[in-house]
């Protein structure tokens, strides 16, 4: 049962380099979405995705990419590291509806210097 | 729009001792509501949710939270602390037709011995 896969679990990049944070579900999810965890703010919609093919903007979407040609993968791209994008994510996915709960993955820790 | 507060970033309880965790959320169209836990270096995972069905909603580990609509809260609860609930928790709010969830700041729980 391997659930949501998020690859790698660390990394440092140094500014302005690009890079791919990578997540696979192998539970048959419509539904993925990327969050950002940070300090005292709780956890923050990047992107989400509702089917292979489709992709919509979250909380805050700049400067990140994603896309969705797969039902079991979503990665997040970073075009050109900032500062301010040093953060936990997460990836997430459930089927589709309200009601549901998201399944995570045990995060990527992300260092940008 | 759909928001979340968590009162207390930080709450502290001794071993057996009552845990509350307050949750209130605004939402201008009945809500579904979440409890997520999050033990270190992992990703959250679903304790409970409110649905519209019973008001009294009971999870794992022993927690249970109400709805109460006219206080627009979903506290936690748990009758007698663990060392093992000794984790960060995040309560979370999602509307009917939407593809965005609202995760509020978190509370870290600690538990004394």
């Known amino acids: 049962n391997a659930g949501v896969t998020q690859t790698p679990k660390f990394q440092v990049l140094k500014t302005g380099q690009s890079m791919t944070l990578q997540c696979a579900q192998d539970?048959?999810?419509?539904?993925m979405s990327w969050y950002r965890q940070d300090p005292g703010m709780g956890l923050r919609l990047i992107h989400y995705?509702?089917?292979?093919?489709?992709?919509d903007q979250g909380e805050v979407p700049n400067g990140y990419n994603v896309s969705r040609s797969t039902t079991e993968d979503f990665p997040l791209r970073l075009l050109s590291a900032a500062p301010s994008q040093t953060s936990v994510y997460f990836c997430?996915?459930?089927?589709?509806?309200?009601?549901?709960?998201?399944?995570f993955g045990d995060g990527t820790r992300l260092s940008i210097l | 729009a759909q928001s979340v507060t968590q009162l207390g970033s930080h709450v502290s309880v001794s071993e057996g001792a009552l845990v509350l965790l307050r949750c209130n959320y605004s939402?201008?169209?009945?809500?579904?509501l979440f409890w997520y836990v999050q033990y270190p270096n992992q990703g959250l995972q679903l304790l409970l949710k409110?649905?519209?069905?019973?008001?009294l909603v009971k999870g794992i580990n022993g927690f249970e939270a109400e709805f109460k609509k006219s206080e627009t809260s979903f506290h936690l609860t748990k009758p007698s602390a663990h060392m093992s609930d000794a984790a960060e928790y995040f309560c979370?709010?999602?509307?009917?037709?939407?593809?965005?969830?609202?995760f509020g700041a978190g509370t870290r729980l600690f538990v004394k011995a």
């Open positions: 997430a996915s459930s089927p589709l509806g309200a009601a549901v709960a998201q399944h």
């Open positions: 539970m048959n999810h419509e539904y």
């Open positions: 995705s509702v089917g292979a093919g489709i992709t």
């Open positions: 939402s201008s169209v009945p809500p579904y």
């Open positions: 409110y649905t519209s069905a019973a008001t």
């Open positions: 979370a709010v999602s509307l009917s037709g939407g593809f965005k969830t609202i």
